[in-house]
């Protein structure tokens, strides 16, 4: 039988479970390199907050990080950093269909956990950029700043749709919080998967102004959000070329983020632990 014999309801069977499994590899990707970046925080900053050895999480370059007699700054950074580790745990979690499938309770607590923690992470890193200066240049900050932004409205969206047991709404939004929570990991996965890319930094500075700095600012979140549509469009569509077309797309996001968490591994995290 030739290819274009196929029925067409058979071809959009197929299609579905490629743009499923295509999903399904890059979270695989996505969740061993938010691994990386959790163990990273944890044998980073936990080890020592935990000793009491507050001025040694200046080991690694930091914009601010601790400043002797900044009580208020110190505390705000420790519970940042922290918080960081369990809401990009709680994130992935929620994302597990069999693991929300086995235990509904504590997908609910999880997702209370997440979007409660995402909305303090939110507050409290625009207070430390706002309040304490943190930040390289002001398109960086504006960058980060509409990040939270995004963070607030969609979790807010994500909880008020499940309290309304809206749960298609609820999944939609749920995924976009995901994304822009995500926004801060996938920042570095984007920086040192660029550079990996060229084998050397192009287009960046110091001050995180250069022309990719911007570009990667911005669409940590907005690319993500923007991949992150298609797949619902292709989701959504009766036909199997929109979704292969996406599932091409997806595959080559989750080899950037392999590459990226390779070199973030390599450059930004192994090198201070
Ligand atoms: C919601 C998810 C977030 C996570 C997982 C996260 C994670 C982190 C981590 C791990 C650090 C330590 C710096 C490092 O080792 O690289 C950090 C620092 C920081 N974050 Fe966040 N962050 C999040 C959201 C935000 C947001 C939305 C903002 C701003 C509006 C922000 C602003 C900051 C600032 C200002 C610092 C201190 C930088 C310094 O003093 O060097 N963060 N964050």
């Known amino acids: 039988m030739s ?14 479970s490629v743009l499923r499994w295509a999903a399904t590899i890059w979270f695989a990707a996505a969740a061993l390199g938010q691994a990386a970046f ?31 007699d900044d009580h ?26 069999a693991l929300r499938r086995a235990a509904p309770a504590l997908h609910r607590w999880t997702g209370r956990t997440f979007l409660v923690v995402a909305c303090f992470l939110a507050l409290g890193g625009a207070w430390m950029t706002i309040a304490r200066g943190s930040y390289l240049s002001v398109v960086s900050a504006v960058a980060i700043a509409l990040d939270a932004v ?14 309304a047991r809206r749960f298609d709404q609820h999944r939609r939004w749920a995924m976009r919080a995901f994304m ?3 926004g801060v990991w996938f ?31 911005f669409g940590s979140y907005l690319i993500p959000l923007a991949i992150l549509e298609l797949y619902f469009a292709a989701e959504r569509s009766a036909r199997p070329a929109p979704k292969l077309a996406v599932s091409v797309l997806i595959l080559a996001s989750a080899a950037y983020v392999a590459v990226g968490t390779l070199g973030a591994i390599m450059m930004m995290w192994g090198p201070y632990l």
């Open 72 to 97: 208020a700054g110190n505390a705000m950074f420790a519970a940042h950093v922290l918080l960081a580790a369990v809401v990009t745990l709680a994130g992935l979690a929620q994302l597990v269909p």
């Open 187 to 217: 920042l570095r996965v984007g920086l040192m998967g660029w550079v990996v890319l060229n084998g050397r930094p192009v287009g960046m500075t110091h001050r995180m102004d250069g022309p990719a700095d911007i570009v990667l600012v």
């Open 150 to 163: 995004l963070i607030l409205v969609f979790a807010v969206l994500a909880w008020r749709a499940a309290l």
């Open 38 to 68: 959790i163990y990273f925080i944890l044998a980073f900053y936990g080890t020592r907050t935990a000793s009491g050895r507050f001025a040694a999480w200046n080991d690694k370059p930091l914009i601010t990080g601790y400043v002797q």
């Open 180 to 182: 822009v929570v995500s």
């Open 3 to 16: 290819s274009n014999e196929i029925p067409a309801r058979e071809a959009s069977v197929d299609a579905r």
